[in-house]
């Protein structure tokens, strides 16, 4: 789905597990831990800000996670870049993951409020497929 098809409404953003995506699920974060190898590939991006600086050296770690997760600071002070794979049953699963592994790693951040999110489906060759979910979401 594209942003102008998404509803925005909480229960079109409700995981599997009753949380909202947007602000990250633990247990959808758990079961990506071993997924089900016949699960969608997604490619997912957030972004989110917080309220103090996220120190160099945790940046540094997050991309050796080993679970293909990265963390970035674009330019702008206090806005970071989460970005990761996963198997889910859908978008909205894939969000509620990886931004789970953020409330799973409080010690990485610890308040955060994301801004911007974006889930894309990718075959099984890594090469994009029909956009499932491409959302753009401000102020979640």
Request: one cysteine or more.
């Amino acid at each position: 789905m594209s942003q102008r098809s998404m509803p925005h409404d909480a229960a079109s953003w409700a995981c599997p597990h009753g949380q909202d995506a947007r602000r990250g699920c633990v247990a959808c974060y758990q079961e990506s831990v071993d997924p089900d190898p016949a699960l969608s590939f997604w490619e997912v991006a957030a972004w989110f800000t917080t309220e103090r600086p996220v120190p160099i050296r945790t940046l540094q770690d997050v991309h050796h996670h080993g679970r293909r997760f990265a963390l970035d600071q674009p330019s702008t002070p206090l806005v970071y870049l989460l970005t990761g794979r996963a198997r889910a049953h859908g978008g909205v699963q894939a969000v509620a993951g990886v931004i789970g592994f953020l409330l799973h790693n409080r010690h990485v951040v610890a308040s955060f409020t994301v801004t911007e999110i974006r889930a894309t489906s990718q075959s099984a060759t890594g090469a994009s497929a029909t956009r499932q979910t491409d959302v753009w979401v401000r102020g979640a």
